[in-house]
């Protein structure tokens, strides 16, 4: 499975932005999927993750109604919507796929290669 993150870019303070996640290999019925962001200087953050299905999303409390992950299992693509952008969200994002029905954690099987956000006061 390879991963392809893209939409990352330029947008203010307020606006919106929606990231994909295309895998190369099937996904659908194995791979719970992840997004993780890392801002410069500082550690990589866990931001969501989606179950195999797309029945269930947990967030993390930093982007908690203001993101939303959903998945294509007919297009092997997972996304992320940012709403409501601030500038803390500036990082390159990556989404990785555990071979798991659901997982949250770092310990992901595959990695993209992070699209970069900013987010502009």
């Known amino acids: 499975v390879q991963l392809q993150a893209s939409g990352g870019g330029l947008v203010q303070a307020g606006g919106s932005l929606r990231l994909s996640c295309a895998a190369s290999?099937?996904?659908?019925?194995?791979?719970?999927v992840g997004w993780l962001r890392q801002a410069p200087g500082k550690e990589r953050e866990w931001v969501g993750t989606?179950?195999?299905?797309?029945?269930?999303?947990i967030y993390a409390d930093s982007v908690k109604g203001r993101f939303t992950i959903s998945r294509d299992n007919s297009k092997n693509t997972v996304y992320l919507q940012m709403n409501s952008l601030k500038p803390e969200d500036t990082a390159v994002y990556y989404c990785a796929a555990k071979n798991a029905g659901q997982y949250i954690g770092y310990d992901y099987d595959y990695w993209g290669q992070g699209t970069l956000v900013t987010v502009s006061s």
């Open positions: 989606i179950n195999w299905s797309g029945s269930s999303t």
């Open positions: 290999g099937c996904i659908s019925s194995r791979y719970a």
